[in-house]
Nanobody, 125 residues
Framework: EVELIESGGKSVQPGGSLMLYCETS????????MGWFRRAPESECEMVAT???????HYADFTEGRFAISRDYAESALVLDIYNLKREDTAVYYC???????????????????WGQGTQVTVSS
């Protein structure tokens, strides 16, 4: 059974930084295409970044070089570093392994996947 536990979200001021962490279990983490996604209030779920086993990455346009996705292989965890946070980054952030036939660069969120509880990021002054 796939389990995902996101953490690291908190309230920060604009310009601040965060590291989000996603503990995983129940699947082959090393062989999975992994992704971070987010849902802002009254907005559609959107892809933030994805990372393939061969280290190929896709980032949403809004990341503007401020986001970095990586793996902690020792802990089977997915990491998302966010720099220079903006108010529009306020959202609940989720991670999930992508199904094999999913486009890793697709803007929306995949269907038919397991989601964790997410971690809330709030950017405000």
């Amino acid at each position: 059974e796939v389990e995902l536990i996101e953490s690291g979200g908190k309230s920060v001021q604009p310009g601040g930084s965060l590291m989000l962490y996603c503990e995983t279990s129940g699947f082959n983490f090393r062989e999975a295409v992994m992704g971070w996604f987010r849902r802002a209030p009254e907005s559609e779920c959107e892809m933030v970044a994805t990372l393939a086993p061969d280290r190929t990455t896709h980032y949403a346009d809004f990341t503007e070089g401020r986001f970095a996705i990586s793996r902690d292989y020792a802990e089977s965890a997915l990491v998302l570093d966010i720099y220079n946070l903006k108010r529009e980054d306020t959202a609940v952030y989720y991670c999930t392994p992508l199904p094999a036939d999913t486009d890793p660069g697709a803007k929306g969120c995949p269907s038919g996947v397991t989601w964790g509880q997410g971690t809330q990021v709030t950017v405000s002054s």
